[in-house]
């Protein structure tokens, strides 16, 4: 099994915590999970407790935005933003059902409570929110470019007025 990242180098099982086997790449240390591997995971969640057995790689890939190809199934891979605070995204075959990851990822997945929900984050839903929270950054950084220091007056003002009940009579004030 080639790893989706660097192409000729091989993949080799890893438990990265525990009843969670892995592919890792020997060169850029992406992993895989495959579904069924991660469906027996899940599955026998409870019966322990967890212990990560994951160290961090010391050299930084980034995320790698390339387009890659399962290495289960050979379909090609869709990338997901996961967004809720991690900008990173992940690479999720729509065919199989498996998961590339690049370096140190799943360390940040875990940080967040995520290791155990990874199939929520390919949810419309999800997605959507993602979308959501992105368009509203873009937007805050258009405002404070237009606005400067009065960005946050506004912002407390706007704030003020979606609880006023007659907001004619503030919008009659200020274009008094
Ligand atoms: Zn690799
Ligand atoms: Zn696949």
């Known amino acids: 099994m080639y790893c989706p990242n660097c192409e000729s180098a091989t993949l080799s099982e890893k438990e990265i915590i ?3 086997l892995v592919k ?11 579904s069924s591997k991660y469906e027996v995971y899940l599955n026998r969640r409870d019966e322990r407790s967890e212990k990560l057995m994951y160290n961090e790689f ?34 999720h075959c729509l065919r199989c059902n ?3 990851m690049d370096a140190n990822e799943f360390k940040v997945l875990y940080s967040h409570g995520l290791h155990d929900e990874l199939n929520k ?3 419309t839903q999800w997605q959507k929110k993602v979308r959501k ?7 805050e ?24 009940k007659n907001r004619s009579i503030v919008i ?5």
């Open 18 to 20: 525990t009843g969670l």
């Open 172 to 176: 009659a004030y200020l274009n008094d």
């Open 133 to 139: 929270d992105a368009h509203q950054a873009a937007m």
């Open 98 to 100: 498996g998961i590339w």
């Open 141 to 164: 950084l258009v405002y404070r470019e237009k606005f400067g220091a009065k960005y946050e007056i506004l912002k407390d003002l706007r704030e003020w007025m979606q609880q006023q």
């Open 58 to 91: 010391s050299h930084e890939n980034g995320d790698s935005l390339k387009g890659k190809i399962c290495p289960d199934c050979g379909h090609i891979l869709v990338k997901f933003k996961v967004g809720h605070g991690i900008d990173f995204y992940l690479d």
């Open 121 to 123: 984050v390919f949810t």
């Open 24 to 34: 890792e790449c020997s060169r850029c240390h992406g992993q895989w999970i495959s």
